[in-house]
């Protein structure tokens, strides 16, 4: 086991801004497995983390609303947002599905490193993964 002083740095320098984070959530009752597996199939994700349940409250059309959803973290490339976005929008049940794109400022070069091959037909998982 290496100690934490002989572990490479975790970050890297400066923005990254071709990887990107895409908030989205799925409510619980439609089955949103399939579609996140046909993303990254497609390339179109490197990964879709599928969150537990969480009760949300909101606001839509001027009243206060309830609901069960899962919040999904899609890790991406700024390059594949419009055809991610476009297979998000044409599977989602809601009439305006959240879709909140936050820009990698930095994080493990290896890691996002793997999001782009992941994206673009390189490595087959994440450093480290070995199953």
């Known amino acids: ?3 934490i002083q002989q572990l490479p740095s975790p970050h890297n320098d400066g923005v990254t801004d071709d990887v990107v984070l895409v908030l989205t959530t799925w409510p619980v009752e439609a089955d949103g497995a399939p579609l996140a597996r046909v993303l990254v199939e497609g390339r179109l994700a490197a990964c879709v983390t599928m969150l ?3 009760h949300v409250v909101y606001r839509w059309r001027g009243r206060i609303e309830e609901a069960e959803e ?19 929008a044409a ?15 930095g994080g493990s070069a290896a890691y996002l490193q793997w999001i782009r091959d992941g994206t673009s037909g390189g490595a087959a998982g994440p450093p480290g993964r070995t199953t």
């Open 1 to 3: 086991m290496r100690t």
């Open 52 to 54: 537990p349940t969480h």
């Open 70 to 88: 899962r919040q999904w973290l899609i890790k991406t490339t700024r390059a594949a947002l419009s055809a991610l976005f476009a297979a998000v």
């Open 91 to 105: 599977a989602h049940p809601y009439e305006t599905p959240e879709w909140v794109v936050l820009t990698a400022s």
